[in-house]
């Protein structure tokens, strides 16, 4: 007997303007009062507004926390939670991309299980359901909308780990693409990269399975479609769409699939330096798949056939491998995403450090080969 388990958020809505649906879907709950947990520039780009706008023809209340960083800390979940059970909330929706979905997951977990972060860590540790959660996306890129996952920073430790639980899903995910619109051009390239690492490790995790491998595929060929058009034409519409499927499909993979190496080591950079968890990606993408080739080369070279497939015809799993990883660098090149590590303000004396931390993230667990220490470094020298 095989047993596969599928997760995802219980009702998802898509389309140009899509938010204005919202409230129907809101009515039928029942709910009185949300807690939007957002950040600085949502409220400022006047996206919050037309959350807080849906609310008010509903006849819901609400209270706003817009102190969410990128990379969010426990103490944003902390002055979240305060706001959530001083202003009496039976809901919480989050407004923006992966970091203020979650710190609202963190937020929701909490306001029903009690206790802090720390106690969550790991998989499925807590008992109740979160409080429910509405995501209104705005970025195209974590898929944090649709999976069981969240990633909180801790300053103290400087250290920044996933969470996996499945109490933790949104009640509804909502990909309204026309609130993707403003994403400035080096966001939608970093976060749409975060979106081809996500399909690409669910790929090749030895936690993938059929559904998941099909999933990964879809999101890779939208991020292929459409990411150098949002880049290079942020108006454009079309490409927008295919930004917010692609990343969705991509959550709905690796939600369920797993991420790997590029992850574990990112989430190091993120913690250590607070830099952009997508742009991160981007830049290890390719020496982790070239790390990876020796445990995931028939994949890899899946993914060089089903990118080039007019280039194929006789070539060895090694050649097709490389095809595919030279058609991650030529995309990432294109966007502006492959930059050096040094130019971020990251420090070769820290390599040591982050690798002995990249090592205890949960995200290695799925991925194909298990690197030393040594080899992590190895890796971040090389895009240094
Ligand atoms: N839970 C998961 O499954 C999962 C998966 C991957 C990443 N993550 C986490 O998500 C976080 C990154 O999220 P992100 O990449 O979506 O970025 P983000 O949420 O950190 O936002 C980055 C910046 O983009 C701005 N922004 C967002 N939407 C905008 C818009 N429409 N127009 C203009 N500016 C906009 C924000 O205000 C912010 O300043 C990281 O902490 C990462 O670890 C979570
Ligand atoms: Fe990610």
């Given at each position: 007997m095989t047993t596969y388990k599928y997760f995802g958020p219980v009702c998802s809505m898509f389309g140009y303007g899509c938010l204005g649906g919202l409230g129907d879907e809101l009515r039928i709950r029942g709910?009185?009062?949300?807690?939007?947990?957002?950040?600085?520039?949502?409220?400022?780009?006047?996206?919050?507004?037309?959350?807080?706008?849906?609310?008010?023809?509903?006849?819901?209340g609400h209270a706003v926390f817009a102190d969410v960083k990128p990379n969010p800390t426990v103490a944003n979940v902390k002055a979240g939670l305060t706001l959530l059970r001083a202003e009496g909330c039976d809901f919480i929706v989050t407004v923006g991309g992966g970091s203020s979905h979650d710190c609202g997951k963190?937020?929701?977990?909490?306001?029903t299980n009690g206790g802090e972060v720390e106690d969550y860590r790991?998989?499925?540790?807590?008992?109740?359901?979160?409080?429910?959660?509405?995501?209104?996306?705005?970025?195209?890129g974590t898929g944090s909308e649709c999976t069981r996952a969240y990633v909180i920073s801790d300053e103290e430790k400087r250290t920044k780990t996933g969470i996996r639980d499945r109490n933790a899903l949104v009640a509804i995910a909502v990909n309204d693409h026309s609130l993707m619109m403003s994403l400035p051009r080096g966001l939608t390239a970093a976060t749409g990269m975060d979106a081809l690492v996500h399909a690409v490790e669910c790929y090749i995790s030895k936690n993938g399975?059929?559904?998941?491998?099909?999933?990964?595929?879809?999101?890779?060929?939208?991020?292929?479609?459409w990411l150098r058009e949002a880049v290079r034409t942020p108006s454009s519409e079309r490409a927008r769409e295919g930004m917010a499927v692609a990343e969705y499909l991509a959550g709905l993979a690796f939600g369920n699939g797993g991420i790997g190496m590029v992850h574990a080591v990112s989430h190091q950079l993120g913690a250590l330096y607070d830099l952009p968890h997508g742009l991160c990606n981007a830049i290890l993408l390719p020496p982790v798949m070239e790390f990876n080739k020796r445990g995931a080369e028939a994949k890899l070279a899946e993914l060089g056939?089903?990118?080039?497939?007019?280039?194929?015809?006789?070539k060895s799993d090694s050649i097709m491998?490389?095809?595919?990883?030279?058609?991650?660098?030529?995309?990432?090149?294109?966007?502006?995403?492959?930059?050096?590590l040094g130019s971020l303000g990251v420090r070769r004396e820290d390599f040591d450090l982050i690798a002995q931390k990249a090592l205890a993230d949960m995200s290695l667990l799925n991925n194909?080969?298990?690197?030393?220490?040594?080899?992590?470094?190895?890796?971040l020298q090389s895009v240094y």
């Open positions: 709910y009185k009062k949300a807690l939007i947990v957002t950040d600085r520039a949502i409220v400022e780009l006047g996206i919050a507004a037309k959350v807080i706008e849906v609310l008010d023809n509903t006849g819901i963190a937020i929701g977990i909490l306001a790991g998989v499925d540790k807590s008992k109740k359901k979160a409080l429910d959660i509405v995501a209104v996306n705005t970025t195209a399975f059929l559904l998941t491998s099909q999933l990964s595929l879809a999101a890779i060929r939208c991020v292929f479609d056939r089903f990118l080039r497939p007019l280039d194929c015809e006789g491998a490389d095809v595919a990883i030279e058609e991650f660098r030529n995309l990432s090149s294109d966007i502006g995403t492959l930059v050096p194909p080969v298990q690197p030393t220490a040594d080899e992590i470094v190895g890796v």
